[in-house]
């Protein structure tokens, strides 16, 4: 625009530099050039986006439209002033120029519609006004003919402006839409990938984030992977209600996320599982597991209560752990089973030798999915004597399982794994139905022990299944006496009982094996169906000293006052065998009396002493 203002105001000053004064054909004009200069390097003077609001930008527009109306006056009273000189060609390009310079500014100002108003419409009636009171028909009807052409070209430019506006406000409609859209699909991408009971990002963006790290491959940073369990989290959950127990998630989940950053993720991975990414050295990521654990283990309150609970932590180090997510986890995963078993409340990390452990558990594993029980399940009997004549009683049977592939198992692994792989209650049948077999070659009243794991008690499928062979083989119930450890009562003393009451009515006995390890009390004792008490090996080796015996003493009176019987396990020398007579016991098993052999075996023993 301030160029053909330029232009036409140049073009105009040579026409009548010959016949206008010199202060109106030239510095005048000049000086309205200068003026356009100035006004053009103001627009090209970079702005800073940053003061750009919307008063700024009102205020700029004001401006413009008050330039606009100041130069048309002084460009049309310039011009007209130089009609009063020269001839007729020198008028029409007077005329020439008013018409051609406000139809370029009126285009020039299509998306500033005010200002192209005032343009046209000073302009054009100061230019109107100055030929009618000429009083030429001539000049009047082109004067009008100019502002009428001007106001369809006003109307045209309204209409363009219009649409352009329209356009405008569309794709600012359009932009909030994708502005929403876009603040709705990181609002569902957050809900996506975060747990809703403690707002720690989730399992999928745990994962998500461990498989970012992998596909850096070789420029990813040194990192670990730690799975995180609560301790003692269950009875919490199971005596003060869900309501409480989600509540002490929400507080751990608050204590952890402190603890998240740039460099260290801490996702809820399901219950009362947690996961840990920390990119740097194994060593630093044992640092932030040994404070997570100091974190979690202080008390928390909820309501009128307090409560407690401790973690463990296992650990797996990229890549020497593994190459894959499902790798690293799994590890990590082990070595938090590992830590449960072995260091409750402390921190393992993976290793070589956690490697060997699980290359074992697959091999063992794999073998007694693949085992033929019967065939391969071996059971051995260590005998129960009379403390006074060692006269047998009765005996224990234990499994023993020799792989053809693995060779033997000790009942312990073996158990533990059948737990782990869902086959308890398979291994414990076979073993039983073994038992059942050899109960017929035992001589006269003589007891039969077989031990149940926690899981047994715990399975009704199991203990129907017990009594179910138990009627199918015809024995005497009573001589049967079903073993259970303290640890079977703890997940569930109720179910525990009822299971307990079944296997008692069917006629069995129960033997609280371990006595004096785990968390029995007095009500324990006598609110359970409990007819017999085996007094755990760890107090024979105290029969060596005062303060030992004193306390076998006190549990044989205890036991002794509930009524029941008590067998003294842990036999291992002579002098044991007598403090334990001494004691008052009258029954008791251990090495010192005989190991665990198979049936035959024991019972050609127990006749050639006898002879």
């Known amino acids: ?8 105001a140049g073009a105009l000053a040579y026409t009548h530099h010959a016949v206008a004064p010199r202060w109106l054909a030239v510095w005048l ?8 200069a100035v006004r053009v390097v103001q627009w090209m003077r970079p702005i800073d986006e940053g003061r750009v609001d919307e008063v700024y930008a009102l205020r700029m527009l004001r401006r413009t439209e008050v330039m606009a109306a100041l130069l048309s006056l002084l460009f049309v009273f310039w011009a007209l002033g130089l009609d009063h000189y020269g001839h007729g060609d020198e ?12 139809m370029g500014c009126i285009f020039c100002l299509t998306y500033l519609p005010r200002a192209a108003h005032l343009v046209c419409f000073i302009v054009l009636g100061v230019f109107l006004t100055y030929c009618l009171a000429r009083g030429t028909v001539t000049m009047g009807s082109m004067a009008l003919n100019i502002l009428m052409v001007g106001v369809v070209v006003l109307k045209v430019l309204r209409n363009s402006f219009g649409s352009f506006a329209a356009l405008e406000d569309s794709q600012a409609a359009l932009h909030h839409e994708r502005t929403q859209a876009q603040h709705l699909a990181e609002e569902n991408a957050r809900l996506a990938h975060s747990d809703p009971l403690t707002g720690l990002p989730n399992r999928r963006y745990f994962f998500a984030r461990l498989d970012a790290l992998l596909a850096r491959g070789d420029k990813a940073p040194p990192f670990a992977i730690g799975v995180i369990d609560l301790d003692r989290f269950k009875p919490i959950n199971d005596v003060h209600g869900h309501a409480q127990g989600d509540r002490l998630l929400q507080a751990i989940g608050e204590r952890l996320q402190a603890a998240s950053g740039p460099d260290a993720v801490i996702a809820r991975l399901g219950g009362d599982e947690f996961g840990l990414i920390i990119e740097g050295s194994l060593e630093a990521a044992e640092a932030m597991g040994a404070w997570l654990c100091a974190q979690v283990q202080e008390p928390v ?9 401790g973690c463990s932590v296992g650990l797996a180090a990229w890549p020497e752990a593994g190459a894959s997510a499902h790798d690293l986890f799994d590890r990590a995963d082990f070595a938090l089973y590992h830590a449960k078993r072995t260091r409750r409340g402390g921190i393992v990390r993976f290793s070589s030798e956690l490697e060997h452990i699980i290359r074992s558990e697959q091999a063992l594993e794999a073998a007694l999915q693949s085992a033929d029980l019967k065939r391969e399940l071996a059971m051995v009997y260590q005998p129960i004597v009379r403390t006074r004549s060692l006269m047998m009683v009765g005996v224990e049977a234990l499994a023993r399982w020799e792989s053809p592939t693995i060779g033997a198992v000790p009942a312990e692994q073996l158990f533990a794994t059948a737990e782990r792989l869902g086959m308890g209650r398979t291994v ?3 073993a039983f139905e073994r038992v059942l077999a050899d109960f017929a ?5 003589q007891r039969l022990s077989f031990n149940l794991a926690p899981t047994d008690i715990a399975d009704p499928g199991t203990v129907a299944a017990l009594i179910e062979r138990i009627a199918r083989s015809g024995v005497e119930a009573e001589r049967l006496v079903f073993e259970i450890t303290e640890t079977s009562l703890i997940a569930d003393y109720a179910g525990a009982r009822a299971a307990l009451e079944k296997l008692r009515a069917c006629g069995a006995k129960i033997a609280l094996d371990d006595f004096g390890t785990g968390y029995s009390s007095l009500s324990t004792l006598h609110m359970l169906p409990i007819d017999i008490i085996k007094i755990d090996r760890s107090f024979a080796v105290r029969l060596d000293d005062g303060e030992g015996r004193r306390l076998v003493r006190a549990i044989f009176n205890l036991t002794r006052s509930l009524r029941l019987e008590c067998v003294f396990e842990g036999i291992e020398t002579e002098m044991q065998l007598m403090e334990a007579t001494l004691a008052g016991f009258h029954y008791a098993q251990g090495y010192f009396i005989d190991r665990p052999v198979a049936l035959d075996v024991l019972l050609e023993r127990r006749t050639t002493r006898a002879a």
Do not use: K, Q, W
Not at 441 to 445: A, N
């Open 1 to 8: 625009m301030y160029l053909i203002l330029t232009m036409n």
């Open 29 to 36: 004009p000049l000086l309205l050039i200068a003026a356009c």
């Open 91 to 102: 008028h029409a390009h007077v005329t020439v120029f008013v018409a051609i310079t406000v």
């Open 301 to 309: 309150p909820l309501g009128d209560i307090v409560v407690s609970v």
């Open 428 to 430: 414990t049948l076979a």
């Open 441 to 445: 070659r035992l001589p006269g009243e």
